[in-house]
RNA sequence: AGAGGUGGGUGUUA
């Protein structure tokens, strides 16, 4: 159990849930790390609502959670209560609110970790009130607590909340994180703050959290949110290894302004810095010709992108291309992707 | 430490 326990994490956080499956399946005795091991992959994959099956099947078992168990159950319950959004009656909100009460009731709630997973939890279910009074309700309330509730803010359109949660972390002398920066980012492209970007970036640069990915990557994302693109081949100059994530924010923004030929470069570039290409990169690439009209140029780069194998393409691509020819009013071509599309339309 | 909390890019409504 020592050995099948990392591995079946390991196949988790890989995304090969079903040799996770295989691995816990063949278990003579399952211990709660082995149940909260394969919640956590569930969780990794999106899968909240088996993850939850599995938390009250370990209980028929007779295995009791603990608290790390329940964080896990806390987020299967956010990933519900994500995938859930428009369509359904807040069902997730309902099982939130038992799974609260009931650690709670096992005296789990002050953990510091489940307690930052009940407000998480809460925020997905948009419930705004919990949130805070989950947050006012923390004994000690450390830098990721902290970086939750900014991110509860904006998941609950609450932008400038976000940023006077700031402002107290600065008076309260709480230590500001990598994460801390990317919500705050975050917030500041959500709401527009050019200022709060620029003080933000000074910020980071002088804390030299300016270099991580992250960072880096929503810092243009901010600066693009604000409608004040920088030169992003100069930025990138500045970094050491501009990353595929990067190069895709610089993308979408110049696709959000219909700068296509500024999207072109961005390509270039990423061809200089010999980054990889996928299909999110194709989406947004696609997207700027269509903005532009450029049907030629859009079909091209989904030819060439289709050639290879390590794009997916997904219905968005087609999505888009449908959107190409139908502003240039080419129905001919729109008949024939619908006949051929290789998929299900949705 | 055999399991755990927050945080980065993706279309259509031009």
């Not at 999106?46 to 964080?71: H, R």
Request: glycine content about 8%; overall charge negative.
């Amino acid at each position: 159990i020592l050995v099948c326990t990392p591995l079946l994490s390991m196949y988790g956080k890989c995304g090969s849930i079903v040799e996770a499956e295989d691995v816990f399946g063949t278990l003579p005795h399952r211990d709660i790390v082995a149940w909260t091991a394969m919640m956590s992959a569930y969780n990794e994959q999106g899968q909240g609502e088996k993850a939850l099956k599995l938390y009250g099947l370990m209980q028929i078992y007779g295995v009791s959670p603990n608290e790390l168990t329940c964080v896990c159950a806390f987020q299967a319950c956010a990933i519900l209560a994500d995938t859930e959004k428009v369509a359904k009656n807040g069902s997730a909100a309902r099982i939130g609110h038992a799974l609260h009460a009931d650690s709670s009731f096992r005296g789990f709630a002050s953990d510091a970790h489940v307690g930052t997973a009940i407000l998480s939890m809460y925020a997905k279910c948009g419930a705004l009130e919990e949130v805070e009074n989950v947050f006012n309700g923390l004994l000690r309330r450390d830098t990721v607590a902290w970086n939750a509730m900014l991110t509860a803010y904006m998941d609950l359109q609450q932008g400038l909340n976000t940023l006077f949660l700031y402002k107290e972390m600065r008076q309260q002398c709480v230590t500001l994180d990598d994460g801390t920066m990317v919500c705050l980012l975050q917030a500041c492209s959500l709401i527009g703050s050019l200022e709060t970007t620029r003080q933000l970036h000074f910020a980071a640069v002088f804390a030299g959290y300016e270099q991580i990915p992250s960072v880096s990557s929503t810092l243009v994302d901010a600066y693009g949110g604000c409608g004040n693109m920088v030169d992003a081949s100069t930025f990138s100059n500045e970094l050491c290894e501009p990353d595929l994530v990067f190069w895709t924010a610089c993308l979408c923004v110049y696709s959000g302004q219909g700068d296509a030929m500024a999207s072109m470069v961005i390509l270039e570039e990423m061809k200089l810095a010999s980054n990889k290409v996928d299909e999110v990169v194709l989406t947004l690439v696609l997207a700027s010709c269509s903005h532009t009209g450029l049907v030629a140029e859009g079909l091209e780069y989904f030819y060439l992108m289709n050639a290879d194998r390590s794009i997916s393409i997904n219905l968005k691509h087609y999505g888009i291309l449908l959107d190409l020819f139908g502003r240039v009013g080419d129905f001919k071509r729109i008949f024939s992707i619908l006949e051929e599309l290789p998929m299900e339309a949705d």
